[in-house]
């Protein structure tokens, strides 16, 4: 645990049970936090940050948090901190320009693996972020978290037809937005 951490987990509160839960939250949560923030469209020089701000939220109200439930809590103070910090940057949540989907294509394959993987994440990012915030995290939790309709309905407060609905939309929106990242690579290679 960093130690900021463990400044943390010492005042989450007052007595050893408090600090032991908190360490247990922290441990069993820290990576999965992380991952949604960044798909949730947190740079990554800044999720390390923005994970450390929903932990310290959840040592300060660790009393109110329900057993069985912090996950939930977790997962919701993150959403939040998430939309925080990409106003504060002041990103606007809309795909790029063709020209900066372009510049991301960039046609010579490189011979290392890495790059593509980073190349493709950064894709995926970008496609990410023209999703509105309420779509973007049920894609993100039932995508590539694996939660099921119910854990998303319960994590977010909301019905699970909601979950349904918004999953059809946020489905139907990412294929559109991988269609024209495709389109526009399509072009620029056939430009070459």
């Known amino acids: 645990m960093p130690a900021?951490?463990?400044?943390?987990?010492?005042?989450?509160?007052?007595?050893?049970?408090?600090?032991?839960?908190?360490?247990?939250?922290?441990?069993?949560?820290?990576?999965?936090?992380?991952?949604?923030?960044?798909?949730l469209g947190v740079a990554k020089a800044g999720a390390d940050d923005a994970a450390q701000d929903v932990?310290?939220?959840?040592?300060r109200r660790l009393h109110d948090i329900e057993l069985g439930k912090e996950r939930?809590?977790?997962?919701g103070t993150a959403i939040r901190r998430a939309a925080e910090v990409r106003r504060a940057n002041q990103r606007v949540e809309v795909l790029a320009s063709d020209e900066a989907l372009e510049r991301m294509a960039d046609i010579a394959?490189?011979?290392d693996e890495v790059l593509d993987e980073r190349r493709a994440l950064a894709l995926l990012d970008l496609v990410l972020e023209s999703l509105d915030d309420d779509l973007r995290a049920v894609l993100v939790l039932f995508e590539f978290e694996g939660l099921t309709k119910g854990e998303i309905a319960e994590a977010l407060g909301i019905p699970e037809g909601t979950?349904?609905?918004?999953?059809?939309?946020?489905?139907?929106r990412f294929m559109e937005q991988a269609a024209r990242v495709k389109?526009?690579?399509t072009r620029v290679r056939g430009a070459l």
């Open 163 to 172: 979950v349904a609905s918004r999953m059809r939309r946020a489905r139907a």
């Open 55 to 59: 932990f310290v939220i959840a040592a």
């Open 183 to 185: 389109a526009v690579r």
């Open 72 to 75: 939930s809590f977790l997962l």
């Open 109 to 111: 394959a490189p011979p």
């Open 4 to 39: 900021a951490s463990e400044a943390i987990a010492r005042d989450a509160a007052a007595s050893g049970e408090g600090a032991t839960r908190f360490r247990a939250l922290f441990d069993a949560n820290y990576d999965f936090i992380w991952r949604m923030l960044r798909r």
